[in-house]
C-alpha cells in the first residue's frame, strides 16, 4: 500500500476508534521522574530563570554553552497542561521518591538522604530503606497500593532507589556474596506495582562494571551475572528499560497507573546510546570515588561536562517522546485526551564543572537553596480541562503527587498522615488549594537529613528528640523562605536560622535568595508552620 494511503487508513481508524467512545484505558495516569535536573536546565522555564539562550552556530555538530537542550516531548507535555512555576523536591534522589509514593514527608517516611550502598563497604547500616516500610499496614500507604485498589494495573520502569544498594564490580571482594540478600530488599512490588523492570538501587562508581538486576516477574528477581567489562549497565539501562516499558504500555487493555523514573540525566555522566547522542566528544566519562575515568575500552576523550549532561537530557526527552507516541498508538488517538502525565524532577542540578553554571556552588543538589530543591513540575492530559498550556504560581511539592493521583483515581485511603495538597482544583481553572494541617496557607515545606532512622525502632518517634544527628529544614509561601540548620542531641535540637527572600536580580534576570533580617510578618508563620508540622510522632494518624 502507498505510504500516504497507509497513514490515511491508519489516521480513519483512529478516529472511528474516538468516535466510539474512549478506549479501554482511559483515565490511566503516567508519572516521570527525572533525575538530578533543575528548571535551569529546561528552555520552557527561560521566563523563570531569565535565561537568554545563545543562537546557536549551524556549522557546530556540537552544541554550544547556554544552548537549551532539545525536549520536544517535555514541550509536548507542556503544551498540554499546567506548568508549576514554583515546585519543591527534596534535596537527594530517596527521599524525593519516599515522598512521592506516600504523600508524607520525609520526617515520617525516615529517608532524609540518598539510600547508600551495603552491604561491606562499613556504610551506615540505617541507610537502607526502614524495614518497617515492608509492614502491609504501611504499604497501603504507597501509589502503587493506591492504585491496585482502584483494580488498576501497575508498572515500575527504570530507578527505583528505595532499597539498600548493593555493590560490586568496583569490589570485586563482595561479588560473590552480594545478590544474596537481594531477596530481603524492598523492590517495588512490595508497594504495589505488578510489573517492575530497572535498577533496584542507584549507580555507584563506574557505570560499566555493575552487574544487573531487574524485576522480570511479581515472584522472580533475575540477576544477570554475564557481564563483562564491555557491557554497560547504563546503556542497560536506556535500551533495555526503554524496550520494556514500551512493551508494557501497548499491551495495557485496562486503566493503569505507570511510574517512569529514567536514570538521567544524573550526575555520574555516562555515554548514552547511539543514536541519542547530541554530540560527538561527550559522554564517555565516568565518575568514581577518586573522579573521572574513562569508560573501560572507550576512547579517551575530553570531559566536557555540560555538553555530556546536554546529551543525556536530550536521551531522557528521546525516552518521553516514544513514550508518548506509545500512549498514542494505545488510545488510538492523542494521548492527552484520556492519559493524565505528571512529570517532575527528584532534585536540582548537580554540582558537577560546568553542569550548574547557574546557582552559586554551595547552593546546588544535596542543600534546601534554590538549586537544590527547585524543580521541573509538569501535569498534562485528561486531568487538566481548564484552557493549555497554562502556568500556576501557586508553590507546591512533590508531596502533592500522591493526593493529586488519588483524586484522579477517585480512590481513597485513611492510613497515614499525607502532607500533600491536591492539585486537581488548580488543573481545572482554580487558583486555590487546601493543604492539610497544620499548614495555614499555601506553603510548602522540604528537608534532609542523616542518617535515615526506621520509625518501628523507637515508636512513638519524634524527630525532635529522636533519630538523626543532623537535619536541615526549609519552608516558603513563594517569595520568603526560612532554612533552619539543626544538630540534634540526647537533649533536644539546636537550629541556626538563615532568613531569605525569593526574588528575581534586576541586573542579571536571574533568581537570587537574598539573606534578609528576621520579617516578623512574613517569616514568622514560616518557622510556627515547621514547628508545628514537625512536632508528630509515629505512628500515622497521630
Not at 482511559?26 to 538530578?36: A, E, H, Q, R, Y
Not at 564491555?230 to 511510574?259: E, H, I, K, R, Y
Request: glycine fraction near 10%; charge should be negative.
Amino acid at each position: 500500500m502507498h505510504a500516504g494511503m497507509t497513514l490515511l487508513f491508519i489516521s480513519v481508524l483512529a478516529m472511528a476508534s474516538r468516535a466510539q467512545g474512549p478506549s479501554p484505558v482511559d483515565n490511566s495516569v503516567v508519572v516521570i521522574l527525572m533525575d538530578d535536573i533543575g528548571i535551569e536546565w529546561l528552555g520552557g522555564y527561560a521566563d523563570i530563570t531569565g535565561i537568554v539562550e545563545q543562537t546557536p552556530d549551524p556549522n557546530d555538530i556540537e552544541p554550544p554553552l547556554g544552548t537549551f537542550p532539545e525536549t520536544p516531548g517535555i514541550d509536548e507535555i507542556a503544551a498540554h497542561g499546567v506548568r508549576f512555576d514554583f515546585a519543591w523536591a527534596t534535596p537527594l534522589c530517596s527521599p524525593t521518591r519516599a515522598v512521592m509514593n506516600t504523600g508524607s514527608y520525609a520526617f515520617l517516611t525516615g529517608i532524609g538522604k540518598q539510600i547508600l550502598p551495603l552491604p561491606g563497604d562499613n556504610s551506615d547500616p540505617t541507610s537502607v530503606f526502614p524495614r518497617d516500610m515492608a509492614d502491609p499496614n504501611r504499604q497501603a500507604l504507597a501509589l502503587g497500593r493506591l492504585a491496585q485498589t482502584q483494580s488498576y494495573g501497575t508498572g515500575c520502569f527504570g530507578k527505583w532507589h528505595m532499597s539498600g544498594s548493593e555493590r560490586w564490580g568496583s569490589t570485586p571482594a563482595i561479588a560473590p556474596t552480594a545478590f544474596q540478600t537481594v531477596q530481603n530488599i524492598l523492590d517495588p512490588t512490595q508497594f504495589g506495582f505488578d510489573r517492575f523492570y530497572g535498577h533496584l538501587f542507584s549507580v555507584q562508581s563506574v557505570c560499566g562494571w555493575h552487574g544487573y538486576s531487574g524485576k522480570v516477574g511479581v515472584q522472580t528477581i533475575a540477576i544477570d551475572r554475564t557481564m563483562t567489562p564491555t557491557f554497560f549497565l547504563c546503556d542497560l539501562l536506556f535500551d533495555s528499560t526503554n524496550g520494556a516499558l514500551s512493551s508494557w504500555v501497548l499491551g495495557q487493555q485496562s486503566p493503569f497507573l505507570c511510574w517512569f523514573a529514567p536514570l538521567a540525566p544524573f550526575e555520574l555522566l555516562y555515554r548514552v546510546p547511539n543514536p541519542m547522542e547530541s554530540c560527538n566528544n561527550c559522554g564517555f566519562q565516568f565518575h568514581n570515588e577518586t573522579g573521572f575515568t574513562a569508560e573501560p575500552g572507550a576512547p579517551v576523550l575530553p570531559i566536557d561536562n555540560a555538553r555530556a549532561y546536554h546529551a543525556l537530557v536530550e536521551s531522557t526527552d528521546a525516552m518521553i517522546q516514544q513514550l508518548l507516541a506509545d500512549l498514542d498508538t494505545l488510545v488510538g488517538g492523542n494521548w492527552y485526551d484520556e492519559i493524565t502525565i505528571i512529570l517532575v524532577g527528584d532534585n536540582g542540578t548537580p554540582d558537577r564543572e560546568f553542569v550548574n553554571f547557574y546557582w552559586p556552588a554551595t547552593r546546588v543538589k544535596g542543600t534546601t537553596w534554590e538549586g537544590g530543591i527547585r524543580v521541573p513540575f509538569l501535569i498534562a492530559g485528561k486531568a487538566v480541562t481548564r484552557a493549555v498550556p497554562a502556568t500556576s504560581p501557586i508553590p507546591v511539592s512533590v508531596a502533592d503527587v500522591f493526593p493529586t493521583v488519588e483524586a484522579i483515581l477517585g480512590a481513597t485511603t485513611s492510613l497515614g498522615k499525607r502532607h500533600g495538597a491536591n492539585l486537581v482544583p488548580i488543573l481545572q481553572g482554580s487558583s486555590a488549594i487546601t493543604r492539610p494541617s497544620p499548614n495555614p496557607g499555601n506553603m510548602v515545606y522540604s528537608e534532609t537529613f542523616s542518617p535515615n532512622f526506621a520509625p518501628s525502632i523507637m515508636p512513638p518517634v519524634n524527630i525532635k528528640t529522636n533519630g538523626p544527628t543532623t537535619w536541615t529544614r526549609t519552608a516558603s509561601d513563594g517569595t520568603y523562605k526560612v532554612i533552619q540548620d539543626g544538630v540534634g542531641s540526647a537533649g533536644g535540637w539546636t537550629f541556626n536560622s538563615s532568613y531569605l527572600k525569593i526574588e528575581t536580580d534586576s541586573t542579571t534576570g536571574g533568581l537570587v535568595e537574598t539573606a534578609m533580617d528576621k520579617d516578623i510578618m512574613m517569616h514568622g508563620p514560616l518557622e510556627t508552620y515547621m514547628s508545628s508540622l514537625t512536632n508528630v510522632q509515629w505512628p500515622p494518624g497521630n
